[in-house]
């Protein structure tokens, strides 16, 4: 007897499935694409959490570039990867850069909805609560903890090595060791809150400061980092 295909119905028929899911991507907000300092600046971001930022798809919000000429969107995506990032779409793109971007292979994204509160019956809707992420256990050499949506609270000492990435607010009521990275998607006014200073790094809103330029007689006691300006101050507790 000759074998016949599977049914279409048969479940196991079909080489593939396709579903949907759902992701958390980044999101690159070009300003001057243009600019010499681009990429290098670049790279001292990517810098502060190279294990987070490693082999991470990005999107590319062009929102901002309504009036100039698309660059060459190849190269342009060609430096991102050498750095370590995946471009894989665009969004808020004009016409133009919209065309040179599908031509480099990049999918288009919708642009997200506003935050904006809408009313309801003539009330303001209320804003969203953002979310924290509670960490109870140690954070070991080469762990990283990412909180996408709001603070991160470790209640347990954290460990050189380790990583601490936060869109708000970072809270340690243990030993911080590694690096500690809050407001990851720029925002300045976050602060980073510990019961023992021990980092090798924290950065608030893109600016960073090193173990070595801490003051050491901060070094051991609880404090409180802001960000005032261009510059990392550091408040005892």
Known sequence: MTPRPAAASDPGSAPFQIRGTSFTLLALKIVD???NSFFARLAETLALAPGFYSKAPIILDLSLLTKSA???MVGFCANLRELGLVPVGIQGATAAWEQASTEA???VFPTGR?????SVRGRAAPL???KARLVTEPVRSGQQVYAADGDLIVTAAVSRGAELLAEGNIHVYGALRGRAVAGLGGDRSVRIFCRHLDADLVSIGGYYMV???MDPALIGKP???RLVEERLVFDPL
Request: zero cysteines; a negative charge; charged letters at 15%.
């Open 211 to 213: 173990s070595e330029q």
């Open 128 to 130: 969203p609560t953002p």
């Open 105 to 107: 292979g990049l999918a």
């Open 114 to 118: 506003a935050t904006e509160a809408q």
């Open 70 to 72: 698309p660059v060459d």
């Open 33 to 35: 694409p243009r600019a």
């Open 223 to 225: 404090v409180q980092i």
